[in-house]
């Protein structure tokens, strides 16, 4: 979807509703706390250094963010996929994942015309 701008990030910059913005701010609540410096030079190497990681497990970072987002209720598929693009766009790999989990979390709420 173009903007009449011309700018693509003016289209999503209107889609910032409260459901992102809760839940990208849930999401950096639960993982940046349980980084852990000991393991994070390991998991970039692991993934041939294809982005920083905090240091936090595929297990523990669910854990995390089940709990982080259990009562937030369903949101549109436009949230939903914007939310998964604003985690994508941050720097730690924890974050990549954790948008994979929420739009597996939510997959109802995807349509396929978004």
């Excluded at 289209?11 to 706390?33: D, I």
Aim: aromatic content about 10%.
């Amino acid at each position: 979807m173009a903007s009449p701008f011309g700018r693509r990030d003016l289209v999503y910059a209107a889609l910032v509703t409260t459901w992102p913005r809760e839940t990208v701010r849930r999401t950096m609540s639960a993982l940046r706390p349980l980084a852990n410096s000991d393991l994070a030079p390991a998991m970039r190497a692991y993934m041939k250094d294809v982005a920083p990681f905090l240091g936090v497990r595929a297990g523990e970072r669910r854990r995390a963010l089940h709990s982080s987002w259990h009562d937030l209720g369903s949101p549109t598929s436009d949230e939903l996929g914007y939310t998964s693009l604003l985690l994508m766009g941050q720097r730690e790999r924890e974050f990549h994942y954790a948008a994979y989990d929420l739009i597996a979390c939510y997959i109802d709420a995807a349509t396929k015309s978004s």
